[in-house]
């Protein structure tokens, strides 16, 4: 495997920190810890390199839908970084078809989504109503 970038470092297959790169002003942050990315890379078929641009795209395209999301779907967890929403199981593959983006790149974006909320559940002490939570729904973490 290669390396997963979270557009502030590029982390090396044994995830030791293998370089700086300078990100984008134009590119959204990402508001995915560098365990998710790594994980998602790991997972998900999708080639490392492509994976935080593909999640970049994602984040510029759910940007400006914050508000909206805030009207229709369940936030359950926010702080300074992001916001996460409970959404319809299905609506992945529609932010997908939307985007234009392959199957593949779907699966890693629904992976990475899910992932954080797990993290989160985690830190949260409550990663077992979450994981309840995703297996009827799925995921969108909207960065700030």
Known sequence: ????????????????????????????????????????????????????????????????QSETYRRAYERVYADEERDVFLVPDDHWDDLGAELGLPEREVDASRRAHAQQLRRIGTRTDRREELETALEIREAVVVGH
């Open 1 to 64: 495997m290669g390396d997963v970038s979270d557009g502030r470092e590029t982390v090396g297959e044994n995830g030791n920190e293998s370089e700086t790169v300078d990100e984008s002003r134009d590119a959204p942050a990402l508001p995915l810890d560098g365990d998710v990315l790594m994980y998602t890379g790991a997972t998900a078929s999708v080639a490392p390199d492509r994976l935080a641009p593909l999640l970049r795209e994602v984040q510029a395209f759910l940007g400006p």
